[in-house]
């Protein structure tokens, strides 16, 4: 059967941002699906003890800066190290893309519209009008999408991504899940990659297969 791969994602991450255009070209390299599942990363941190940006020790912060520096140049993409609308709250973009999932379309063009917005435009991802272009540009119902995002089962869809994240073994974004084996960080891609080409049998914490 084709390979899936569960996609466990933030909106509001640079690494997430700087990753997507190669994972979505890897899984099509390889026939594989892609379970979009954008989660509430600051409560994935809080679960699993991650700490988000603010909290983390100056001497991490920096090095952060520095890294993501050498991944704009290795990845090719225009990325603002500070942009002006950073940090946000990213879960209405995030139930969209939940939406535009179970509307049976591929969500793959508004994601990477969204993070570019964030990263590359500086736009405020946190306005309804704002996501609602990027909707747009994707050419999809804005309307149905955006009242959708808004209700009670999409609200419980997104919220059940914690749990489902930590039972996956998730505790950063992005994270590709293939066979229950996670692979955290964008850079760990071409990892992800050599596994899909070799169809060896996905690695365990005890060390079996």
Same mark, same amino acid.
Not at 42 to 45: G, S, T
Not at 76 to 87: D, I, K, Q
């Given at each position: &059967? %084709? =390979?899936s791969i569960q996609y466990y994602f933030s909106l /509001?991450? =640079?690494w997430t941002y700087l990753g997507n255009g190669l994972f979505h070209e890897i899984a099509q390299w390889h026939g594989a699906s892609i379970d979009y599942r954008p989660m509430p990363l +600051? $409560? !994935?941190?809080d679960e699993t003890g991650g700490l988000p940006l603010p909290k983390r020790h100056p001497v991490r912060q920096r090095y952060r800066l520095v890294e993501l520096q050498r991944? +704009?140049?290795r990845r090719? #993409? %225009?990325? !603002? #190290?500070? @942009? $002006? /609308?950073? @940090?946000f709250d990213p879960s209405l973009a995030d139930r969209v893309t939940l939406a535009i999932v179970a509307a049976g379309h591929s969500p793959a063009g508004f994601i990477a519209d !969204? &993070? $570019?917005g964030v990263w590359a435009r500086e736009e405020d991802m946190r306005s309804p009008e704002a996501i609602r272009a990027c909707i747009l540009r994707a050419d999809l119902d804005a309307d149905a999408l955006l009242a959708q995002a808004d209700g009670e089962p999409l609200r419980r869809r997104y919220d059940e991504t914690l749990p489902q994240a930590v039972e996956a073994g998730v505790f950063g974004a992005p994270s590709y899940v293939r066979d229950g084996e996670v692979f955290w960080g964008q850079d760990r891609l071409e990892l992800l990659d050599s596994a899909l080409a070799s169809g060896r049998a996905p690695y365990r914490p005890d060390g079996g297969a």
């Open positions: &059967m %084709p =390979p /509001h991450s =640079p +600051r $409560a !994935v941190f991944w +704009r140049e090719g #993409l %225009p990325l !603002v #190290l500070e @942009p $002006a /609308h950073f @940090p !969204v &993070m $570019a």
